[in-house]
């Protein structure tokens, strides 16, 4: 694992808690529209659950997954920030913390802290290899979550 699929583990668990949130509201929209169906033939008497039972499972397990998730998440950006602030120079921390905590692109960044891109691409490559040695040669790379 690099530097940049490290600073970039919690990026990637946002977008699935993120994905996992909408899949969430698509089953509470399936858990409210409730049908009957009328019929006269008998329904078999071996059949245990409903649908709306088997919906509600199912959003309980995603709910769990997703704080499980939520946890994860904050645990990881806890680890992240620790390493940032292990870095003495505040220019790097701010584009770090930006980039890896708050999600912002590279442009955004610029622009809030007006400079060039080419100049935020700059000091990127310079923060990186501080975080490479942090990281790499401290070893906390163990404690990583893949």
């Not at 033939?41 to 309980?60: A, L, Y």
């Amino acid at each position: 694992m690099n530097v940049k699929e490290y600073l970039e583990q919690a990026k990637y668990l946002d977008m699935r808690i993120n994905s996992k949130i909408e899949q969430l509201s698509t089953l509470n929209d399936l858990a409210t529209k409730c049908t009957v169906t009328l019929s006269d033939m008998p329904r078999n008497p071996n059949k245990g659950t409903s649908n709306m039972e088997d919906t509600i499972v199912k959003i309980i397990d995603l709910q769990e997954e997703i704080n499980s998730d939520i946890d994860q998440l904050v645990d990881l950006k806890r680890e992240i920030m620790v390493v940032i602030k292990k870095i003495s120079n505040v220019e790097y921390q701010t584009i770090l913390e930006n980039r890896y905590l708050s999600f912002m692109s590279w442009e955004q960044i610029a622009v809030e802290m007006k400079y060039s891109i080419q100049q935020i691409y700059r000091l990127r490559d310079r923060a990186h290899k501080v975080v490479e040695k942090i990281v790499f040669d401290e070893k906390m790379i163990g404690n990583v979550i893949e």
